[in-house]
Protein backbone atom coordinates (compact mmCIF):
# COMPACT_ATOMS: atom_id res chain seq x y z
CA UNK A 1 0.00 0.00 0.00
CA UNK A 2 2.95 2.13 0.98
CA UNK A 3 4.46 1.72 -2.53
CA UNK A 4 1.49 2.92 -4.24
CA UNK A 5 0.98 5.57 -2.37
CA UNK A 6 4.23 6.74 -2.56
CA UNK A 7 4.00 6.09 -6.80
CA UNK A 8 1.10 8.20 -7.16
CA UNK A 9 2.78 11.11 -4.99
CA UNK A 10 5.19 10.94 -7.53
CA UNK A 11 3.03 10.80 -10.30
CA UNK A 12 1.13 13.85 -8.99
CA UNK A 13 4.40 15.96 -8.49
CA UNK A 14 5.55 15.07 -11.62
CA UNK A 15 2.10 15.98 -13.60
CA UNK A 16 2.20 19.29 -11.64
CA UNK A 17 6.05 19.97 -12.71
CA UNK A 18 4.51 19.03 -16.44
CA UNK A 19 1.38 21.22 -15.81
CA UNK A 20 3.80 24.15 -14.53
CA UNK A 21 6.02 24.04 -17.56
CA UNK A 22 4.44 23.35 -20.74
CA UNK A 23 0.93 25.21 -21.51
CA UNK A 24 -2.20 23.15 -20.97
CA UNK A 25 -2.46 20.98 -24.31
CA UNK A 26 0.53 20.06 -24.49
CA UNK A 27 0.13 19.00 -21.00
CA UNK A 28 -2.58 17.07 -21.50
CA UNK A 29 -1.36 15.26 -24.42
CA UNK A 30 1.97 14.01 -22.47
CA UNK A 31 -0.45 12.92 -19.38
CA UNK A 32 -3.03 11.15 -21.93
CA UNK A 33 -0.22 9.40 -23.95
CA UNK A 34 2.21 8.38 -21.39
CA UNK A 35 0.52 8.39 -17.72
CA UNK A 36 -3.14 7.42 -18.73
CA UNK A 37 -1.92 4.91 -21.85
CA UNK A 38 0.58 3.21 -19.86
CA UNK A 39 -1.96 2.55 -17.04
CA UNK A 40 -4.50 1.59 -19.15
CA UNK A 41 -2.81 -0.73 -21.06
CA UNK A 42 -1.15 -2.09 -17.86
CA UNK A 43 -4.61 -2.93 -16.48
CA UNK A 44 -5.68 -4.78 -19.29
CA UNK A 45 -2.75 -6.77 -20.20
CA UNK A 46 -2.88 -8.17 -16.86
CA UNK A 47 -6.56 -9.10 -16.94
CA UNK A 48 -6.81 -9.93 -20.67
CA UNK A 49 -3.60 -12.37 -20.51
CA UNK A 50 -5.43 -14.32 -17.58
CA UNK A 51 -8.18 -15.19 -19.60
CA UNK A 52 -6.78 -15.49 -23.62
CA UNK A 53 -5.09 -18.48 -24.34
CA UNK A 54 -3.60 -17.17 -27.25
CA UNK A 55 -1.30 -14.62 -25.90
CA UNK A 56 0.85 -14.50 -28.90
CA UNK A 57 -2.03 -13.13 -30.90
CA UNK A 58 -2.84 -10.28 -28.61
CA UNK A 59 0.87 -9.31 -28.77
CA UNK A 60 1.56 -8.79 -32.18
CA UNK A 61 -1.60 -7.94 -33.06
CA UNK A 62 -1.01 -4.97 -30.52
CA UNK A 63 2.48 -3.94 -31.88
CA UNK A 64 1.14 -3.86 -35.77
CA UNK A 65 -1.65 -1.65 -34.50
CA UNK A 66 0.59 0.37 -32.33
CA UNK A 67 3.20 0.44 -35.90
CA UNK A 68 0.45 1.59 -38.08
CA UNK A 69 -1.03 4.04 -35.73
CA UNK A 70 2.74 5.83 -35.61
CA UNK A 71 3.56 5.51 -38.88
CA UNK A 72 -0.02 7.23 -40.06
CA UNK A 73 0.61 10.39 -37.14
CA UNK A 74 3.79 10.50 -38.85
CA UNK A 75 2.27 11.18 -42.26
CA UNK A 76 -0.29 13.23 -41.14
CA UNK A 77 2.10 15.16 -39.22
CA UNK A 78 4.24 15.81 -42.22
CA UNK A 79 1.49 16.81 -44.10
CA UNK A 80 0.39 19.49 -41.30
CA UNK A 81 3.63 20.74 -41.49
CA UNK A 82 3.58 22.30 -44.89
CA UNK A 83 0.77 24.50 -43.14
CA UNK A 84 1.19 24.94 -39.63
CA UNK A 85 4.40 24.32 -37.32
CA UNK A 86 5.53 21.38 -36.23
CA UNK A 87 4.03 21.58 -31.96
CA UNK A 88 0.83 22.81 -33.96
CA UNK A 89 1.22 20.07 -36.23
CA UNK A 90 1.77 16.99 -33.45
CA UNK A 91 -1.22 18.58 -31.18
CA UNK A 92 -3.45 18.71 -33.98
CA UNK A 93 -2.57 14.56 -35.11
CA UNK A 94 -2.75 13.71 -31.35
CA UNK A 95 -6.22 15.71 -30.48
CA UNK A 96 -7.66 14.35 -33.87
CA UNK A 97 -6.67 10.44 -32.98
CA UNK A 98 -8.10 10.92 -29.66
CA UNK A 99 -10.99 12.22 -31.06
CA UNK A 100 -11.09 9.61 -33.69
CA UNK A 101 -10.29 6.27 -31.16
CA UNK A 102 -12.34 7.28 -27.78
CA UNK A 103 -15.62 6.32 -29.39
CA UNK A 104 -14.17 2.66 -30.49
CA UNK A 105 -12.65 2.50 -27.52
CA UNK A 106 -15.29 2.97 -25.08
CA UNK A 107 -17.39 0.71 -26.64
CA UNK A 108 -14.47 -2.26 -26.85
CA UNK A 109 -13.60 -1.81 -23.28
CA UNK A 110 -17.15 -0.67 -21.87
CA UNK A 111 -19.51 -3.03 -23.90
CA UNK A 112 -17.05 -6.05 -24.50
CA UNK A 113 -14.45 -6.11 -22.16
CA UNK A 114 -15.86 -5.03 -18.40
CA UNK A 115 -18.83 -7.29 -19.21
CA UNK A 116 -16.10 -10.38 -20.24
CA UNK A 117 -13.53 -9.99 -17.83
CA UNK A 118 -14.35 -7.87 -14.93
Known amino acids: MKKKLR ?11 IFYIFDPLLS ?3 YFCFFHTYKHLNNLIKNVYLYLPNKTLILYSTLIFT ?19 LYESILKVIFIGLAALTLPHMLLVDLIYRKKFL
Open 67 to 85: IISWIGGIIVTIYFVQNLS
Open 28 to 30: FAI
Open 7 to 17: RGIIEIIFLLI
